[in-house]
């Protein structure tokens, strides 16, 4: 397969990734009247979810809310500016894999903290853009531009 669709296809998937991460930010919480909803903390909501495991640790609210806005505004900014790296974009072509690693990260960091059980299949995404980096696969997306 061409070296820049592979590029293009991964750097699209960051972008999505990304995209869905700053959605669940603004997801409507649960109430009396609704099933459990998956959202992630923010500065503009007010409530929590006891089932986090942020909660239960007994973290502040206030604090739960400040480190979820910027797990996921780190998490979305680093899976865009990856993205732009993996397109060649001056000055983030060359730090694409850091950025990347930092995405994953703060992702993860998301997932664990403020799980729901809907997010299998994003914390598994999550896992597999940082074993992409680690491991360097594929190769195509670590030759030098």
């Known amino acids: 397969m061409n070296p820049s669709l592979i590029r293009t296809l991964i750097a699209i998937f960051f972008i999505a990734h990304g995209l869905i991460h700053t959605a669940l930010t603004i997801a409507p919480p ?14 503009w909501h007010t409530d929590t979810d006891p089932a986090w495991l942020a909660v239960k640790l007994g973290l502040n609210v206030g604090f739960i809310r400040l480190a979820g806005t910027l797990l996921v505004v780190g998490a979305a900014l680093s899976f865009l500016l990856t993205a732009l790296g993996l397109l060649g974009v001056p000055g983030l072509n060359v730090i694409w894999q850091p950025l990347g690693f930092a995405a994953g990260l703060c992702s993860l960091l998301c997932f664990v903290f ?5 997010f299998v299949a994003g914390a598994a995404l999550s896992a597999a853009s940082l074993a992409l980096i680690v491991w360097q696969w594929p190769a195509a997306l670590f030759v030098t531009r």
């Open 30 to 43: 649960a109430n009396a009247t609704t099933p459990r909803m998956a959202y992630w903390p923010a500065l």
């Open 114 to 118: 403020f799980w729901h059980p809907w």
